[in-house]
């Protein structure tokens, strides 16, 4: 989100002092530049030099000012003047041999080197007088000009007090700046919350679509805001709090922000990070802190973005850290119970981890109201592609329908990003449009991950060849498993190859017979380069990884294993060193090697029953990984001749047992 006046006051500030930064700057370079030392033009020599050169006749003109005597030479002099090398005595009548002149660097004491000078300066002696000067400049015939004395107080202030008024106020100003930086520093505490005005155009609900359930709840939040009197002359009740719950990129912060935009409210915004710094107390601070601004302007809106990064339950965890979270959680859960019933606040928060917030979060008078934002059906995800291809020169082939078909499982962010990459898609295609097929690529690319340009010799494609080929055709023939979409030898994202399935609708539960078919398509890979190649490679790692997760998690959290109807990690997503680093483990160590022999037994149980389908199959095997090598993709269409039509799962039949 952004807006003009995000901007605090104080980062408004450094553009004035920028102009006046500028202004001292070149005010100090005129105050050393006119304080750089300058050679003389004037030699200053000794009253009584003066008099000898006046007396010698080499003084053509002198200017009286006060006890200043300026005047030129008739013939240049050099000065200082040289002192005679083999101690000879000064000629007599001179004047003794001058001190040396004045450095040109006061207090820098290199001693000025003699040159010829035509001018010279000296100063009168005006206490003691001489009444034989005018008499001898006469007889010399030198110019006289005299002249009113410089106003001495002026030149004073001018040379002496104005750099040291310069300098007073230069430290004047870099102290003002150094308080309000430090300001800046005690400023920890207070909230770094964005404002946002509603009469700004914005998000609005016709920008989020799938969300149906949300929108009509948080509909109902504008509602009240809008006519707060509607509701409280029948007495009813908002909630204090809203939490947004769902995976990720489903549309969370987007409906906080289309709250924003149609509430007509001011609307204060910061994510759950912003709270915790390293710095002990601030968070706690800064919710007190938001927590006054936003009601001094009720009614408004707070939206907590990523909730769970200070709403954690209390005691997970180690450290400070954990201290400073538990504090500031603490210190929201204060500040939510501390409005009066008049006040319209409301908070909003969202968050995809709903399962590790602190339980008091959740209570009523708090969060109550929970607004699960899930990911968009067929219906949903149409609605979302229209909304982000709207501004998309979109030709006339392309039929939204079907591309919200063959997303399942894909998130309004993911579909906004599909709807981008189409268009990156056509561009580099150098199309005018965005054809269907560039949806299809870019669906792939968002599904897959970008194509890969990897060489890699005969036997190596051959072996992936193959070990895409058992996924594929298991998955064909399990006709529990998700169809298969596509089947590719391409390199894409951080896989040699690809098998993508698709399931046909959204499944909201697993049925065991779904999760075995699951297992089989995964070790189907691996089982192909057993029976083929006689040898088995790397590749298979993440499938390994996944099918032991999955299997192990249908023994210990969802009693399909042999241990009978009983979960063994009720909480396996604790945050890291968390629960179960303080508690241990809910059952004894005999247990736990039951339940790795359990895990064992199933993943051996899919392993033979995959090996004895794909040998039944290898005619399939070997037909789809010859397609595989020629043609790099197989399609649908493609599969269906290669290994004949695809078995349909069974309907269910309710199986009734007698006591
Ligand atoms: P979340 O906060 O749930 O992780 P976001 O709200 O940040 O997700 O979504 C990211 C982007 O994805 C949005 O800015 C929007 O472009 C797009 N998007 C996500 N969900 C939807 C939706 N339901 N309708 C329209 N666009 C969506
Ligand atoms: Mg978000
Ligand atoms: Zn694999």
Redesign the pocket.
């Known amino acids: 989100m952004q807006g003009e006046n995000d901007r605090t006051e104080e980062e408004r500030r450094p553009n004035a002092g920028r102009g006046w930064g500028l202004l001292w700057l070149v005010f100090m370079i005129w105050l050393v530049f006119s304080m750089w030392p300058r050679p003389r033009e004037a030699a200053e020599v000794p009253y009584s030099t003066f008099l000898t050169q006046v007396r010698e006749g080499n003084v053509e003109s002198v200017r009286i000012a006060g006890s200043e005597i300026t005047g030129t030479f008739e013939q240049a002099v050099t000065w200082p003047q040289p002192t005679p090398a083999n101690g000879e005595a000064t000629p007599p009548g001179n004047a003794p041999a001058p001190a040396p002149a004045p450095s040109p660097f006061p207090g820098m004491g290199a001693p000025e080197t003699p040159r010829p000078y035509q001018r010279f300066e000296t100063t009168f002696p005006e206490v003691v007088g001489d009444e034989a000067l005018l008499p001898l400049l006469r007889e010399q015939d030198v110019t006289v000009e005299v002249a009113q004395p410089a106003s001495p107080w002026l030149a004073m202030l001018l040379a002496n007090a104005l750099p040291l008024l310069l300098l007073v106020l230069f430290f004047v100003w870099m102290g003002r700046n150094a308080s309000r930086a430090q300001s800046g520093i005690f400023d920890f505490g207070r909230t770094r919350a964005r404002r946002y005005d509603a009469d700004r155009p914005t998000v609005t609900f016709a920008?989020?679509?799938?969300?149906e359930e949300a929108k009509t709840e948080l509909q109902q939040v504008v509602d009240f805001l809008r006519e707060p009197k509607k509701y409280r002359d029948l007495g009813a009740r908002i909630p204090r709090g809203v939490l947004l719950s769902?995976?990720?990129?489903?549309?969370?912060?987007?409906?906080a922000r289309a709250v924003a935009g149609e509430a007509g409210v001011p609307f204060f915004s910061l994510s759950g990070s912003e709270f915790v710094e390293m710095l002990v107390g601030v968070g706690a601070s800064r919710v007190r802190d938001l927590f006054e601004r936003a009601k001094k302007e009720a009614p408004v809106i707070i939206f907590i973005?990523e909730l769970d990064a200070v709403g954690r339950r209390r005691g997970a965890g180690l450290g400070t850290v954990n201290d400073e979270r538990e504090q500031t959680l603490n210190q929201l859960l204060a500040a939510m119970d501390g409005f009066e019933p008049h006040q319209e606040v409301i908070v909003l928060a969202?968050t995809?981890r709903p399962d590790v917030l602190d339980p008091a979060l959740l209570r009523p008078g708090r969060f109550d109201r929970q607004v699960e934002?899930g990911l968009?059906d067929r219906k949903?995800r149409e609605?979302?592609l229209r909304?982000?291809s709207r501004k998309l020169p979109i030709a006339d082939d392309v039929r939204i329908e079907e591309v919200a078909n063959g997303t399942t499982g894909f998130?309004?962010?993911q579909?906004?990003n599909l709807c981008n990459e189409a268009a990156l898609v056509a561009a580099l295609r150098n199309q005018r449009m965005i054809a269907m097929e560039d949806f299809e690529e870019a669906r792939d690319k968002v599904m897959m991950g970008g194509k890969r340009a990897l060489v890699m010799d005969k036997y190596q494609r051959r072996i992936v060849a193959y070990h895409e080929a058992g996924h594929a055709v298991v998955a064909w023939l399990t006709p529990q498993a998700d169809p298969v979409h596509k089947v590719t030898v391409v390199p894409r994202g951080r896989a040699l190859g690809v098998t993508a399935q698709l399931p046909e609708e959204e499944r909201y539960n697993f049925s065991r017979e779904y999760l075995l078919a699951r297992l089989s398509v995964l070790i189907g890979g691996r089982v192909a380069e057993e029976l083929v190649c006689g040898d088995i490679t790397t590749g298979a790692e993440n499938d390994l990884v996944e099918a032991t997760r999955l299997t192990r998690r249908m023994v210990t959290r969802w009693g399909m294993g042999s241990l009978g109807f009983v979960a063994f990690e009720t909480d396996d997503e604790q945050p890291f060193l968390g629960y179960s680093f303080a508690h241990g483990k809910d059952y004894a160590d005999a247990t736990a090697a039951r339940i790795d022999q359990d895990v064992q037994r199933l993943l051996e149980e899919r392993h033979e029953y995959v090996r004895r389908l794909l040998t039944d199959n290898q005619d399939g095997l070997e037909r789809l990984t010859e397609a595989l090598l020629e043609q790099e993709t197989v399609g649908q269409e493609a599969l269906e001749e290669i290994l004949g039509p695809r078995r349909q799962p069974q309907e269910i039949t309710v199986v009734r047992r007698a006591a």
């Not at 769902?246 to 409906?255: A, F, V, Y």
Request: glycine share 20%; no cysteine.
């Open positions: 920008d989020v679509a799938g969300v769902g995976p990720p990129g489903t549309g969370k912060t987007l409906l973005d969202a995809n934002v968009p949903g609605a979302i909304i982000h998130s309004g962010a579909l906004a």
